[in-house]
């Protein structure tokens, strides 16, 4: 029984890893599972719309990509000067984030949870 347990725990904490390492390779498998399927879009799904919180003024900076669509590029606490043509920023004032704010659905880092982080999820799908 002593060895059964053993074997039990050694099995938990291996499948535990192997899952924390699939997950650490494709942050689009949300909740951990080792595949990219429709639970972690639901996940995606149930913050959709959500804002983080954020202890300051904070502005985001967006800008082209190489195909020339406009994307999130960085957070920053001070507000941006002199960006390149074709860039901008948004004020992101001090606030609270939104009740079904899930930081883990927000894929892209830019504090929302909207359909970047679905896209994200998407092109990871079956992975
Ligand atoms: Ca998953
Ligand atoms: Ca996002």
Redesign the pocket.
């Known amino acids: 029984m002593k060895k059964l347990l053993i074997a039990v725990a050694l099995m938990l904490m291996i499948g535990g890893g192997v899952v924390a390492l699939a997950s650490e390779l494709n942050p689009a ?9 429709m ?2 879009i639901g996940i995606v799904c149930s913050a959709f719309g959500a804002y983080g919180p954020t202890d300051q003024d904070w502005w985001s900076v967006w800008g082209p990509n190489d195909e020339g669509k406009i994307v999130f590029k960085y957070w920053t606490a001070t507000e941006p000067k002199d960006l390149p043509e074709g860039w901008y920023s948004t004020l992101f004032a001090k606030q609270e984030g939104a009740p079904h704010w899930n930081r883990l659905a927000d894929l892209n880092g830019d504090n929302r949870v909207d359909m970047r982080d679905i896209g994200i999820v998407c092109t990871n799908f079956g992975k």
């Open positions: 498998d949300i909740n951990g599972d080792g595949k990219v399927d639970r972690d």
